[in-house]
């Protein structure tokens, strides 16, 4: 394969990723945390939410993975390391940020201490746990969204600073 080769290949796994684990937290956000809070009593809508993000979870720890590895890989094969330090291109920031995000939660938060943070604010206030997640998500997805658009943009030619 040569080099032309692997740069399409990283450029269409990176993309594919992106679609899989974003149109994942989309899915979380806009439909699934909506239909428990309002299918479910306030005592069983902690759980009926982890049971379903218990696999979302497993899939989008895979997907950031692909995304980070397959991102650095086209940093390093197109020489754009000049990009994390010169105007213009905090797209690239960006992409790094929600990636570094979203590896935080998923790998230290999540398996550590977030499940419990989360009982914790349930024994404070019932509905507490599921208003903190649903403001998390829309946060998250919104980062990311704005994100996948400047991401786009900025791969395709659009320079803030010129
Ligand atoms: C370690 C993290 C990441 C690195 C190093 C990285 C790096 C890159 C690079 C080098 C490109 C190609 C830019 C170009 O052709 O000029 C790219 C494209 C792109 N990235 Fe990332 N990325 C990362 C994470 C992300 C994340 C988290 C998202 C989504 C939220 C994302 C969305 C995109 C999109 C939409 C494109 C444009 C694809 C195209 O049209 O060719 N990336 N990324």
């Known amino acids: 394969m040569n080099e032309i080769d692997t740069l399409w290949l990283a450029r269409a796994l990176h993309v594919v990723g992106v ?32 049971r379903y993000e218990r696999s979302f979870g497993r899939q989008a720890r895979w997907t950031t993975q692909l995304v980070g590895a397959s991102g650095l890989y086209l940093t390093w094969k197109m020489e754009l390391w000049f990009r994390f330090t010169t ?14 995000i979203f590896t935080f939660l998923l790998f230290v938060a999540e398996p550590l201490f977030f499940h419990k943070l989360l009982r914790r604010l349930a024994a404070r206030h019932q509905q507490l746990p ?20 400047a991401a786009m943009a900025g791969a395709h030619g659009w320079n803030y600073s010129s």
């Open 19 to 50: 679609v899989l684990w974003i149109g994942g937290v989309a899915f979380v956000t806009t439909t699934l945390l909506p239909a428990i809070r309002s299918g479910f009593s306030p005592e069983q809508q902690l759980a009926e939410f982890e």
């Open 87 to 100: 105007p213009g291109y905090g797209w690239m920031h960006a992409m790094v940020a929600v990636y570094g």
């Open 130 to 149: 599921m208003t903190v997640l649903t403001r998390i998500h829309w946060l998250l997805l919104t980062a990311s969204l704005l994100t996948v658009a």
